[in-house]
C-alpha cells in the first residue's frame, strides 16, 4: 500500500541486529589481526604504520568484504544462514583483499616495491576451502559456535595481516636500501671489521677489542678505510623501520638509486665515504657527486677515508749510505766559504754539516778524495739537504769523481738550482729534502764500480748568501723494470686538439698517456675540451685519468691560492667523480702551474700517489722518484726542437733514465704553451725507432711497488 509503513517483526529486529553486529565485530577482527601481525613483523616497534595507516586498511578491508557479503552472504540475510563453501568464500575474499592492499603504493611510512624474482600471492594452504566435516546450515542442532565457525575467517585475516606486513618488506633481491655498523660503545669487535666512526670516517679495527664507552679512549685501536668493503656486518631494511631511532644510531645509510632524499641527510657513498645531500632531491640511476658535500663533521682537521696508500720510496729499496757527516767524517772545503758540524739540526745520526757561502755568488764545498772504491753500478745517487735560503741557490751539486781533480766524473751541476728557481719550487724552505740523480753522459771515463772522490758543492746567487745544511750521501737499488730508461707523455687541462691530434699519433704507435684533467671542462660541452665520453675512450686504448682540479676556478688560483677548505673539497669531488662515472682509480695528479707548498703538500699526499710538477727547466726522473708528490718533467714548449727532445731520450736510454714529456696543445701552428703535430710525430717515432717503453705515470709507479 502506498505511503503505509512496514514494521519489522522482533525477529526480524533481531536478526538485523544480530547480522549489524557481526559486522562490527568482523571490523575488529580485521584490525586486530592486521596491526597485531603487522606489529610482530616490524619487531613489536611503535613505528607510524600500525596506527591511522592500518586502521584504514582494515577499514577499506571489511568494506570489501561488507559489500561482497552483502551480495552473497553471509550479511545478505544472517550471520547464522551457512549457505555452501562460506569458508571458501571468505579465504578467498580475505586473499583478494590482501592482493589488492598488497599492491597499495603506501603502506604507512613503508614504499613498497615490486620484487620481480619473488612468487605471486597464493592461497593460504591451511586455509579450508570447503566446509567438509563441519554442519550444514539447515542442521541447528549440530551447528558449530559462531566464533569457532568462523575459524577460516580468523585464519584468513590474521594470515592476510602477516602477508600484508611482509608486503611492506622490500625483498632482498630488489633495490632496497643497505646499512652498515656506526661505531658503539661496549662492543666486541673483531680484528679488520669496519664500522662508521662518530666523526663519520670509514674506520677499520686494527686489534680484536671490546670498544670503551667513548670513541676518543679507542682511536688508537682504529685505521682508516680506504673504502667500506665488508658485506658480512651489513643489513638490509625498509625504510619503514628507519622510524626506529636506535637504528638509525646504530647504522649508516648506503647511497642507493631512484631514492628520494633531504637536504642535509648523509648516506655512505659508492667510494665509501660519508656525505651529505645539498639540497633536497631524488637520486638518479647512478652516483652524482656534485649533489653531496661532505658532512659537517668533517671539519678541516678531519683525515678523509678517501686516503691514498702511501707509496714506496727509494727508502725502501736497498738504500746504502757512503757518509751520514758524523764526527771524523774528513770532509773539506776547498773554496771558500766555511763547512762545519752542526749538532743542532740533523734527520741522521746526531749531526749534519754546514756549507755557507758567507757572500753573494760566492761558493763552499765538502770535499773528500782518497776513497776506498765505492760501487755505484745498479745504484742510484741521493743527497739529503736542508736550506732556508731557498732564494739565494744558484746551484747545489754532486760529483762523483774517480780521480782527486775530478778529471774523469759524472756531475749534477745544478740540479737544484733550477728546482728552485722556478715558480713550481721543488725545495721547500727550512725543509729536509732527498734528492735523487739520474745518470748521465759523464766526463772523462769514470768507472762506475770504482768511485773514490765526493764533492758536494753550493753556489750562491746574485742576491745573497746561501748556507746548506747536508746529512747524507748514499744510493740505492735500481729497478730491474726499465733498463733502457722508459718515456712517458703525459696532457693537461682537456685541450680538444689532444684528442684530434695527439690521440691518433699514440694510438697508432700502440702508447698510452696519462690525462690530467679538469672536471668541469669534461663537464662543460663545450667545444674547446674533450668529455667524459672521450675520456673513456681513450682509457678503452691504454689512456689514464689523472686528477689536475675539479674545478676551472681552482685551477686558475693553483692550490696555493685557495682555503684549505676549498682544496679539500675540490679534490673530494674530482675523486668522487672519476669513481662514480667509472673511471679506475685516480691516484695521480698534476700540480696546477706546478706550485704547491708544504700545507698543499701535505693534504694532496694523503689522496694520491703521485704530483706531477710542471718545471720551466728540464728535469729528469729517477725511475725510482726522490719524491713521488713531486715528480720532475720536461715542460715541452713551442720552442724545443725535435732534436732537443730526441736528444734526452737518448740519454734516458743510455742511462735508465724516467722521461716525462708534457704537452698541453697539439696543433698545426703552434704559438706559446703548443706544439706541433708534425713535431709530436716525429718524436713519437723516434721512440718507436729507439725501442725505449712508453709507459703511463701509474704503470711506472706499479711496477716499482709505488701505487696500486
Not at 143 to 148: A, H, M, R, S
Not at 262 to 282: K, R
Not at 453 to 464: F, K, L, P, S, W
Request: glycine content about 8%; hydrophobic content about 45%.
Amino acid at each position: 500500500m502506498t505511503g503505509a509503513v512496514v514494521k519489522l517483526t522482533p525477529e526480524q529486529q533481531g536478526g538485523w541486529r544480530h547480522c549489524w553486529g557481526w559486522v562490527l565485530l568482523d571490523a575488529a577482527i580485521w584490525f586486530a589481526a592486521i596491526s597485531g601481525a603487522t606489529w610482530l613483523r616490524f619487531d613489536f616497534k611503535n613505528t607510524s604504520v600500525l596506527a591511522a595507516t592500518t586502521l584504514a586498511i582494515a577499514a577499506a578491508a571489511r568494506v570489501v568484504h561488507l559489500l561482497v557479503g552483502v551480495v552473497i552472504g553471509p550479511h545478505a540475510v544472517s550471520h547464522r544462514r551457512r549457505p555452501p563453501r562460506t569458508n571458501a568464500t571468505k579465504a578467498a575474499l580475505g586473499i583478494d583483499c590482501v592482493r589488492m592492499l598488497s599492491n597499495h603504493k603506501h603502506i604507512g611510512n613503508v614504499a613498497p616495491k615490486p620484487d620481480p624474482t619473488a612468487p605471486p600471492l597464493a592461497k593460504p594452504a591451511a586455509l579450508p576451502l570447503t566446509d567438509a566435516g563441519l554442519a550444514h546450515s539447515g542442521d541447528r542442532a549440530a551447528e558449530v559456535p559462531p566464533l569457532f565457525g568462523r575459524k577460516s575467517v580468523l585464519l584468513g585475516v590474521l594470515t592476510s595481516g602477516f602477508v600484508i606486513a611482509n608486503a611492506a618488506q622490500p625483498s632482498a633481491s630488489a633495490a632496497t636500501p643497505v646499512y652498515v655498523p656506526k661505531w658503539a660503545p661496549s662492543t666486541t669487535y673483531t680484528f679488520g671489521q669496519q664500522v662508521i666512526s662518530p666523526n663519520n670516517d670509514v674506520v677499520s679495527a686494527k686489534v680484536a677489542h671490546k670498544s670503551s664507552a667513548v670513541y676518543a679512549t679507542d682511536t688508537a685501536k682504529w685505521t682508516l678505510s680506504a673504502t667500506y668493503a665488508s658485506k658480512a656486518t651489513e643489513i638490509t631494511v625498509t625504510s619503514g623501520r628507519l622510524s626506529d631511532p636506535s637504528l638509525a644510531a646504530a647504522y649508516a645509510q648506503r647511497w642507493q638509486p631512484l631514492t628520494t632524499y633531504t637536504a642535509g641527510q648523509a648516506v655512505l657513498s659508492p667510494i665509501g665515504d660519508v656525505v651529505t645531500a645539498i639540497t633536497g632531491f631524488t637520486s638518479g640511476a647512478s652516483y652524482v657527486a656534485t649533489d653531496w658535500i661532505l658532512s659537517p663533521a668533517l671539519a678541516a682537521s678531519r683525515v678523509t677515508a678517501l686516503i691514498a696508500p702511501q707509496p714506496a720510496r727509494f727508502f725502501d729499496k736497498d738504500l746504502r749510505m757512503v757518509t751520514t757527516f758524523q764526527a771524523g767524517h774528513g770532509y773539506a772545503s776547498v773554496a771558500g766559504g766555511v763547512l762545519t758540524d752542526d749538532t743542532t739540526d740533523y734527520v741522521l745520526g746526531t749531526q749534519s754539516i754546514k756549507l755557507d757561502t758567507l757572500n753573494a755568488n760566492g761558493a763552499c764545498t765538502a770535499t773528500k778524495t782518497g776513497l776506498a772504491p765505492i760501487d755505484f753500478t745498479g745504484r742510484t745517487p741521493v743527497l739529503a739537504f736542508k736550506t732556508s735560503d731557498i732564494e739565494h741557490i744558484f746551484a747545489i751539486s754532486l760529483y762523483l769523481g774517480a780521480d782527486e781533480a775530478f778529471t774523469n766524473r759524472w756531475s749534477w751541476s745544478n740540479e737544484v738550482g733550477y728546482l728552485s728557481r722556478d715558480a713550481g719550487r721543488w725545495v721547500n724552505r727550512g725543509e729536509w729534502s732527498w734528492i735523487t740523480f739520474p745518470w748521465e753522459t759523464p766526463t772523462g771515463t769514470p768507472d762506475r764500480a770504482a768511485i773514490t772522490a765526493i764533492q758536494v758543492r753550493i753556489t750562491a746567487n746574485a742576491d745573497g748568501p746561501l748556507a746548506v745544511n747536508v746529512n747524507g750521501i748514499g744510493h740505492y737499488k735500481m729497478p730491474s723494470a726499465y733498463p733502457n730508461g722508459v718515456v712517458s707523455f703525459s696532457f693537461d687541462d682537456n685541450n680538444i686538439s689532444i684528442k684530434t691530434n695527439a690521440l691518433p699519433c699514440l694510438t697508432n704507435s700502440g702508447y698510452p698517456a696519462t690525462a690530467f684533467c679538469i672536471v668541469e671542462n669534461m663537464l662543460a660541452d663545450d667545444p674547446r675540451w674533450w668529455n667524459v665520453a672521450d675520456g673513456h675512450a681513450m682509457e678503452a686504448v691504454g689512456w689514464e685519468m689523472a686528477h689536475h682540479s675539479y674545478s676551472q676556478a681552482v685551477h686558475s688560483a693553483g692550490f696555493t691560492g685557495v682555503s684549505a677548505a676549498v682544496l679539500l673539497d675540490d679534490i673530494q669531488k674530482g675523486r668522487q667523480f672519476f669513481l662514480s662515472e667509472g673511471f679506475r682509480s685516480p691516484e695521480h695528479m698534476a700540480w696546477p702551474y706546478g706550485v704547491y707548498d708544504a700545507a698543499t703538500l701535505a693534504m694532496c699526499r694523503k689522496f694520491f700517489i703521485s704530483g706531477r710538477g710542471a718545471y720551466a727547466t728540464p728535469q729528469i726522473e729517477t725511475v725510482i722518484p726522490a719524491d713521488p708528490m713531486r715528480l720532475r718533467i720536461l715542460n715541452i714548449q713551442s720552442t724545443d726542437t725535435v732534436a732537443s727532445i730526441t736528444a734526452q731520450i737518448d740519454e734516458a736510454y743510455a742511462n735508465g733514465r724516467w722521461l716525462h714529456l708534457v704537452f698541453h696543445h697539439i696543433v698545426a701552428s703552434p704559438g706559446f704553451g703548443q706544439y706541433s703535430i708534425t713535431g709530436f710525430q716525429q718524436i713519437v717515432n723516434y721512440c718507436t725507432t729507439k725501442a725505449i717503453p712508453v709507459k703511463t705515470i701509474g704503470e711506472v709507479m706499479r711496477t716499482n711497488g709505488l701505487g696500486t
